[in-house]
């Protein structure tokens, strides 16, 4: 089929440019993104300043490019927390099933009533703006999105056959969610973290917008749309070419995303798959 | 059926019980005095007990706790320490704001992405679905904020056609009321119509492989109809579900939107309330969300049997 | 291979008409996307139906039958086409039809009756609108006639109650009444040709022949054609009038029924009939020692269903009542009974995997308790499984070696042996080395029910559960599975508790068998008494309702043959006990030494 393969390509390699300018972007820019320069304030973008400047001077193109690197780092590195706790927290509640699922599912259910953007604010106010801060606060606001996830899914595998057959031929617990259960957590974990990462990215980038990101002057693409706002009419290239970095970056990983599901979902049926 | 809707309205109270704890928790972990927040730059540490005991910020955490439940039941939620005014009163206020512009947002989305998503399905491996495929995730990749930003460059900056900022409610008058709502209408729109789409194809592509499927086409049917009468229906429970969690988390997490375009919603409330250590007002607009987006839910829930006439336990 | 376009007229058919056939298939080759043309699924088939008469394409998984069915209505699966090949019907070619001309067919002049009944129909819709819905486009009657109609149609398959049972929902009917509501469907329309898609095989063994009877009165009353895809010999037999026979897409064999399945004369086609069980018993095994293994002793078996509240008292739903039997070391027992009967529950109670509510089940003289990892210890190495779907009990992720092995992780410490000890067992089922590090998706299914075995086996247990473990299997496959089993039981000696829904399969393996209906025993024997004289009514049934194939000494004709059973008779002052009834429960009747049935006084 031709549509997955498509997605594939495209969001790979849009993410694969992302990643590729964040690494770039972390080492050389065209020009220092904090670098001021008062006559050559906003200016529209031009040879020597491709995306145009800020109205510090600043070029627009080294901001955006290093931002890419942040908002790269504080995705993932939100992810990999989210996951590894929520996923310890849902394999749990999902094997052992009986009390301790019903209190666990009644927990998440209150926490996951609330919009993350408030979990973060609160937990920011708590501990004040910093990078690891935001990284903690998102970490934790999405720890039971992923509890769920993995929740249903071990259910769902726990009803399984070969697990029932481990049981008979007198395999452990910790054995069988080890060696049997995981396994086979694999692909439905990998589509949750891609659009978790998506839904980070942007809960980040609204963050950010809203003055509670990274503390400047270093910058992520929300906070570079946000500085962005007082000079609309003034300077639109100070807020096109963000948003469209941001575009970009969440098209990548959702059509990622979506390929993946393509592709691990039939190869799933197609196992089953007999006699037409 | 009356049993299974009980059920599960019983079975949201235990959860709007933990949640309202975890509010009085959270909020008592702000750091900041709001006694002083609000004294200003008085030194004077009777006055500042003065303050305190006006608050009922001195009593025991339990007791505060307990008095909380107990006005939070009669729908007192005290006073906002900003401005004076009535915590119900506010939170209300600004809900329906908030609730006007997410709702007529998801409903235009879905009057419009329900028929595209089948549509697209009809068309599965043509350019068109490709085309309506590729566009609905480049909507849901945009974050409306930007959306926001540029429909105020278009529309208020360089055109000038409507105003960029503030809020005129639809009891006063309701053209002006239209004309400030439209950007941010559009704005949330946007995302949300590229979500339903999305659910809506992939749901129907799985429909139109199944067996009931070529039945209905065995028997005749054209394939209009077997797409009203046969593929609509199923495919639109589980987009309606999605809705319900769309709105239920956009009644609290339109605070940007609001900000941007200065709109006297709920989200923007809760921003501002956690900056100015407004704790009353911090509980009650958090709990209010809290609640709604629960609510919500609820609803869909009793009329998934409705669309779904398998599930009725 | 003969590729005459008008095969040799039947006898048996009185009306038979050597005029034009109804539809003729010519060279019909169908291929996925994406694949070359020698790799098509279905190549060059080519057959006739006549007008009137019944054909049945008759093939096992991977045969192509059902897409050559699909291909006359223009219903391929998505990603399927038609490679080249034309069918003639009613002055047109389906082939090259467009899709309106295509529909004006579809319901009206050949209608389809899909295989699944419980996923055939939609679930938001009442099956009121589903029935007219076909009648308003073909015939556009108003509701009210087209409703009139369709009540007719569903008193006429047996559905009770039409009247108000139009606004039901199917999720509110059984398999089997879903079946008739979807054959009502399809004869509403009276079509001129019928094409019956396996109609009967996600059904129970007794329901299916009233299903296959009900179709063929129907089609007999309006005229119509029947093309009968199936893999059911039984079937083809009794109903059938021609016979095309498909192999891995290919037409292999084709002819007259009668004349088909007594003299084949192609290989594949004789390998399937020796495939049915011909009711040969075992007469070699050595007489058992008389050690008592198992014993279950009057056990009962009830679970909770859903509870309304929290606190109410739950409802239960009782699987198995009352049960009583031993098993022999080294002695193999079959139950045998349809769904619902509870015998996949009792054999999970003797594996310690569901507490029973009532009476015990005894292994060696222990006590068999439910616990979730205390007696799976003591259990494992004395007790083993063989599922039924030998898709879904592998781990897809774990190489068969290792799956194997897992099974002895507690007794051999060391991987290397453990492996060798998988390897061999492995080998013994009939896989050798190469299979050892493949992923059971590169397995067909009689392959991987051999991994099952082999890991059932590899422990050494006494006992051995095999809960319906060739149903899901190809006739020709599963003939090969059950000779296994028997040889590993003979060289091993262990017991097995074999559990089906056949009665003849269980003929050729069993010791003694053991009937079960809704959860309750009705007769149980040696498989020589009860076969001999089956005694009570449902037994009887289930006998009648599997062919068994007998070869005559002389002209070494094949021939089918269904068992009549002589009514039997209770003793006095007793009618059989009557499984359905909730009052009375039964008694067990001695017929003779070993040879038991279920009675109730009469009232």
Not at chain 3, 81 to 98: K, M, P, Q, T, Y
Request: include cysteine; glycine fraction near 8%; charged fraction near 20%.
């Amino acid at each position: 089929m031709m549509r997955p393969r498509f997605n594939l390509y495209l969001g790979a390699s849009l993410v694969g440019v992302w990643v590729l300018v964040a690494l770039i972007g972390l080492a050389v820019t065209p020009y220092d993104p904090l670098d001021m320069n008062f006559d050559t304030r906003l200016s529209p973008p031009t040879f020597h300043y491709w995306m145009g400047t800020d109205q510090y001077g600043r070029d627009l193109f080294s901001r955006v490019l290093s931002a890419s690197s942040i908002s790269l780092i504080i995705s993932l590195v939100t992810v990999l927390i989210a996951m590894s706790v929520g996923c310890v927290i849902g394999a749990i509640a999902g094997y052992l099933g009986g009390i301790v699922d019903r209190v666990v599912v009644v927990c998440l259910d209150a926490i996951m009533a609330f919009p993350p953007l408030l979990l973060v604010l609160i937990f920011l106010s708590v501990a004040g703006p910093s990078a690891s801060a935001i990284i903690w606060a998102l970490g934790a606001a999405f720890v039971p999105t992923a509890a769920r996830v993995m929740r249903s899914t071990v259910l769902s595998i726990r009803e399984t056959e070969y697990i029932e057959a481990c049981c008979v031929v007198g395999s452990h617990d910790t054995w069988i969610l080890w060696r049997h259960v995981l396994p086979n957590c694999v692909s439905p974990l990998t589509v949750l973290a891609t659009s978790m990462f998506a839904t980070v990215l942007l809960l980040e980038s609204a963050l950010s917008f809203l003055g509670l990101g990274v503390p400047p002057p270093r910058a992520t693409w929300g906070a570079l749309l946000a500085d962005s706002r007082p000079f609309l009419g003034q300077a639109p290239w100070l807020s096109i070419f963000p948003g469209i970095a941001i575009s970009l970056a969440l098209l990548g990983v959702n059509m990622l995303g979506d390929a993946l599901r393509d592709y691990l979902d039939p190869q799933q049926r197609q196992a089953s798959r007999e006699g037409l | 059926m009356w049993q299974y809707a009980i059920k599960r309205i019983l079975l949201t109270i235990p959860t709007l019980f933990i949640a309202s704890g975890l509010v009085f928790i959270c909020v008592r972990l702000l750091p900041g005095d709001p006694a002083l927040l609000i004294a200003g730059d008085v030194q004077d540490e009777a006055a500042l007990d003065a303050v305190r005991q006006s608050l009922g910020l001195d009593q025991p955490i339990i007791v505060q706790y307990g008095l909380w439940l107990k006005n939070m039941l009669s729908l007192n939620l005290g006073i906002s320490i900003s401005s004076g005014t009535p915590v119900v009163d506010l939170i209300v206020s600004r809900f329906s704001v908030t609730a006007q512009l997410v709702l007529i947002a998801s409903a235009i989305a879905l009057v419009v992405a329900a028929p595209l998503g089948l549509f697209a399905a009809s068309r599965h491996n043509t350019r068109t679905d490709s085309v309506i495929m590729i566009t609905s995730i480049l909507m849901l990749s945009i974050p409306s904020f930007w959306i926001a930003l540029l429909l105020i460059l278009v529309f208020g900056v360089e055109l000038k056609w409507l105003p960029t900022v503030g809020y005129v409610s639809a009891d006063e008058n309701l053209l002006q009321a239209v004309r400030f709502m439209i950007m941010p209408v559009l704005a949330l729109t946007f995302v949300v119509l590229g979500q339903l789409t999305r659910m809506m194809r992939s749901t129907s592509i799985d429909i139109l492989g199944k067996d009931y499927i070529t039945h209905a086409r065995a028997k005749g049917l054209s394939e209009a109809a077997v797409l009203r009468h046969h593929v609509f229906k199923n495919a639109f429970a589980p987009t309606m579900t999605l809705m319900g969690m769309i709105v239920g988390s956009l009644l609290g997490g339109a605070a940007v939107v609001e900000t941007i375009f200065t709109l006297p919603g709920i989200g923007r409330l809760m921003v501002d309330s956690i900056y100015a250590r407004d704790y009353p007002v911090i509980q009650g607009s958090v709990l209010l969300v809290g609640t709604a987006y629960v609510f919500v839910n609820l609803v869909v829930d009793l009329l998934y049997p409705f669309l779904d006439p398998r599930v009725k336990l | 291979m003969s590729q005459s376009a008008t095969p040799s007229v039947g006898q048996d058919k009185a009306n038979s008409n050597p005029a034009a056939p109804l539809i003729t298939v010519s060279d019909l080759s169908i291929g996925f996307e994406g694949t070359e043309d020698h790799q098509c699924v279905v190549k060059n088939v080519s057959f006739t139906l006549q007008p009137g008469r019944v054909l049945a394409l008759i093939g096992e998984s991977g045969s192509g039958k059902t897409l050559v069915a699909r291909s006359l209505m223009g219903l391929l699966p998505r990603g399927a086409h038609l490679r080249s090949g034309a069918i003639e019907f009613d002055g047109r070619d389906l082939a090259v039809a467009s899709h309106e001309q295509l529909r004006s067919v579809r319901g009206k002049k050949i209608g389809m009756i899909l295989q699944e009944p419980m996923v055939s129909l939609n679930p938001s819709m009442t099956i009121g609108r589903q029935l007219v819905e076909g009648l308003m486009i073909h015939e556009a009657l108003d509701e009210e006639t087209s409703r009139t109609r369709a009540v007719e149609m569903l008193e006429k398959v047996g559905v009770p109650d039409p009247l108000r049972r139009l606004n039901q929902y199917p999720h509110e009917f059984s398999g089997g009444m879903r079946q008739r509501i979807m054959i009502a469907s399809v004869m509403l329309l009276r079509p001129d040709v019928v094409i019956a898609d396996e109609p009967t095989t996600a059904l129970d063994a007794i329901i299916q022949r009233d299903i296959m009877a009900l179709i063929l009165r129907l089609t007999e009353e309006i005229g119509a054609s029947v093309l009968l895809i199936t893999h059911d010999l039984g079937v083809v037999a009794n109903y059938a009038d021609d016979v095309v026979v498909m192999r891995r897409g290919e037409v292999v064999e084709r002819g007259p029924a009668a004349r088909t399945l007594s003299r084949p004369a192609h290989a594949y086609t004789k390998e399937l009939l020796e495939a049915l069980p011909n009711g040969q018993r075992q007469t070699d095994k050595m007489p058992l020692a008389g050690v008592r293994l198992v014993r279950f002793e009057n056990v009962g078996i009830s679970f909770p269903t859903s509870k309304t509240w929290p606190w109410s008292a739950s409802d239960a739903f009782r699987a198995v009542h009352d049960v009583s039997f031993d098993i022999q070391r080294g002695e193999i027992v079959a139950i045998v009974g349809e769904s619902g009967s509870g015998k996949t529950t009792l054999g999970r109670a003797l594996l310690g995997l569901v507490q029973p509510s009532a009476g015990q089940v005894y292994f060696n003289d222990n006590e068999v308790k439910y616990d979730r990892q205390r007696t799976r210890n003591h259990l494992r190495d004395h007790v083993q499984l063989i599922f039924q779907d030998p898709y879904s009990s592998l781990n897809p992720r774990l190489k068969i070696a290792s799956i194997v092995a897992e099974a002895i992780r507690h007794k051999v410490a060391d991987p290397q042996s453990r492996y060798e000890r998988a390897i061999e067992v492995l080998a013994e089922c009939g896989l050798g080395k190469p299979f050892a590090d493949r992923f059971p998706h590169q397995l067909s299914g009689g392959q991987r029910q051999r991994v099952c075995i082999a890991r059932a086996l590899v422990n050494n247990p006494e006992l051995v559960v095999a809960d319906e473990p060739v149903a899901a299997l190809d006739l020709t496959v599963q003939a090969k599975i059950l000779s296994l089993m028997k040889t590993l039981q003979r060289e091993r000696g262990f017991s097995l508790m074999f559990i089906s829904h056949d009665l003849a399969v269980v003929e050729q393996i069993a010791d003694r068998i053991v009937v079960m209906k809704k959860g309750w025993i009705v007769e149980h024997g040696s498989s020589a008494s009860l076969f001999a004289a089956p005694a009570h009514p449902y037994t009887q049934k289930l006998l009648e309702a599997s062919p068994f194939l007998e070869v005559d000494d002389v002209s070494g004709e094949y021939q089918l043959k269904h068992r009549k059973a002589r009514a039997g008779r209770a003793p006095a002052g007793h009618v059989f006990f009557d499984a359905e009834q909730t009052q009375q429960t039964p008694l067990m009747h001695p017929l003779s030494k070993d040879h038991f049935v279920a009675v109730q006084k009469t009232l």
